[in-house]
């Protein structure tokens, strides 16, 4: 099982990026998917989720109204659409996908992680 992110870049505050996760060795669309992020000398966070039942979404409060999950099952492949980024949104995000209908905040819970992408937004 293998879970890829790719769609990290430098990006001017206020410009837009979209993430992909794309999953091989298990269908996406059997699992929550979690966004998670890790910026330098702070804890991870889960920023965003999709469950696997009625593709209900979670936002962490930081990115709610900016940020959007969501499926491709044709391509097994999330999204995380990110526009009005900030400076504050610098980190590395990394996807991961847990074998259960809903998401959760805890880390441990996923079962599959992918390497990481890295978002810088400066000026």
């Known amino acids: 099982v293998q879970l890829v992110e790719s769609g990290g870049d430098l990006v001017q505050p206020g410009g837009s990026l979209r993430l992909s996760c794309v999953a091989s060795?298990?269908?996406?669309?059997?699992?929550?998917v979690a966004w998670f992020r890790q910026a330098r000398g702070k804890e991870r966070e889960r920023i965003a989720c999709i469950s696997s039942i009625d593709d209900d979404t979670y936002y962490a409060p930081s990115v709610k109204g900016r940020f959007t999950i969501s499926r491709d099952n044709a391509k097994n492949t999330v999204y995380l659409q990110m526009n009005s980024l900030k400076p504050e949104d610098t980190a590395v995000y990394y996807c991961a996908a847990r074998d259960y209908g809903l998401g959760s905040r805890y880390g441990y819970e996923y079962d599959y992680w992918g390497q990481g992408t890295q978002v810088t937004v400066s000026s």
């Open positions: 060795g298990i269908f996406l669309n059997y699992y929550a």
